[in-house]
């Protein structure tokens, strides 16, 4: 039976230390180690299947048993399981250990529902590619979503006032070598820096080594993801990180930069210099998922000038005395920054309302309002009374 104490002194051990297994993971396994149940992290998921990283080396598992209803609850990479002790023909796994933290989006189905993309992590890096001209508006989306990442099984919002208890994100700018220019590549990070408030962004050359030392440090202090489009660079990112061609690579488009999808699954990997990697597909879409705390956080400044408003209601379109727009119209708040944030809320707002009925009939009742508004302005205009 697996001693589910901490011995340093143990083989096994250390083998699950590099995954990220310390005291906390311990406590939580002691119930299963006590059935005879061996502890391990999904580093694969694959039709049904798994690879899991155990005292005794990767095994491929069965996830037969840890099939629920919820789609949010399924067997990700990342996650801490408990699976059958050696002999078995197949092995199973039997349960998913309350995960920490989740990074979710939600699926391009017209139903509720959300995608976990990985599990347990620390970090969520968030890849650009320099080869192309950056959307702002496409690394907003992706910090919205990292910032709300969730923790235990019921999903539970981290802190809205810190990271600390959550994944922390990262925006890392790839292929600097392409931005010779000091200057220009100043200016870039600038207009990051200014989309992604409080976030350190990074510029990172796999080519030339630039800032991967960096990067190391920050990834060697626990579990991190790499985000991003294909193409963004992800995989050769991993293989510097990694020190080894591990992860696949294929050349971006030059028309556009755009990548194929050389990466087809989420992969666990422990890196040399500490710490965990999962690298992932190119994400086409990025749907947000129950992303209100997030999109505050990354639209601080608006939400702060926000609170001076006249009308606590503002929707910062056209009211009297609303003081984004006179943010905007005094030229301290982008424009871009103004319409980034009602498209995220108005996307945010739908996706929560899929399995909130009250929500759903306060859109109706505001879009009723504001139908009934129009329709007065427009018969004022034409000098008469409706």
Not at 27 to 49: I, K
Not at 83 to 97: C, K, N, Q
Not at 102 to 131: M, P, W, Y
């Amino acid at each position: 039976m697996f001693n589910a104490s901490l011995d340093t002194s143990s083989d096994a051990q250390h083998v699950l230390a590099a995954y990220g297994w310390d005291e906390g993971w311990a406590a939580e396994f002691a119930p299963y180690a006590a059935q005879g149940l061996v502890p391990g992290r999904v580093v694969r998921v694959d039709r049904g299947q798994c690879d899991v990283a155990t005292p005794a080396g990767v095994i491929r598992a069965d996830t037969e048993f840890v099939v629920p209803r919820d789609p949010m609850k399924v067997v990700c990479t990342g996650d801490w399981v408990a699976v059958d002790p050696e002999g078995g023909d197949p092995r199973y796994a039997r349960t998913i250990l309350p995960r920490r933290t989740a990074f979710v989006r939600s699926t391009s189905s017209k139903r509720s529902e959300g995608q976990v993309l990985a599990t347990n992590i620390d970090h969520i890096v968030i890849c650009a590619s320099l080869a192309v001209e950056l959307d702002l508006g496409r690394i907003e989306r992706f910090l919205a979503l990292a910032m709300s990442s969730s923790s235990g099984d019921a999903l539970l919002r981290t802190s809205a006032d810190s990271w600390e208890s959550g994944a922390q994100p990262l925006i890392v700018l790839t292929k600097a070598d392409l931005v010779p220019d000091p200057v220009a590549l100043s200016y870039l990070v600038q207009d990051v820096e200014t989309a992604a408030p409080g976030v350190q962004v990074l510029t990172v050359s796999s080519l030339t080594g630039e800032g991967t030392d960096v990067l190391s440090a920050i990834v060697a202090g626990g579990t991190s993801v790499l985000l991003g489009i294909s193409g963004a660079g992800k995989s050769t990112l991993a293989n510097t990180l990694l020190g080894a061609d591990v992860m696949e690579v294929q050349a971006a488009r030059a028309v556009d930069g755009k990548g194929r999808h050389t990466t087809t699954t989420r992969n666990l990997l422990a890196l040399p210099g500490g710490g965990v990697l999962i690298d992932t597909p190119g994400l086409r879409g990025v749907g947000l998922w129950d992303a209100g705390t997030g999109v505050g956080q990354v639209f601080s400044e608006i939400e702060e000038y926000a609170a001076d408003c006249r009308f606590h209601d503002c929707a910062h379109e056209a009211e009297p005395g609303c003081a984004v727009l006179e943010a905007v119209d005094a030229g301290e708040l982008p424009h871009r920054r103004l319409e980034s944030y009602r498209k995220l809320l108005r996307e945010n707002q739908r996706i929560v309302a899929k399995t909130d009925a009250r929500l759903r009939a306060e859109i109706r009742r505001d879009w009723r309002i504001r139908s009934a508004e129009g329709r007065a302005n427009h018969a004022a205009k034409r000098g008469r009374r409706v």
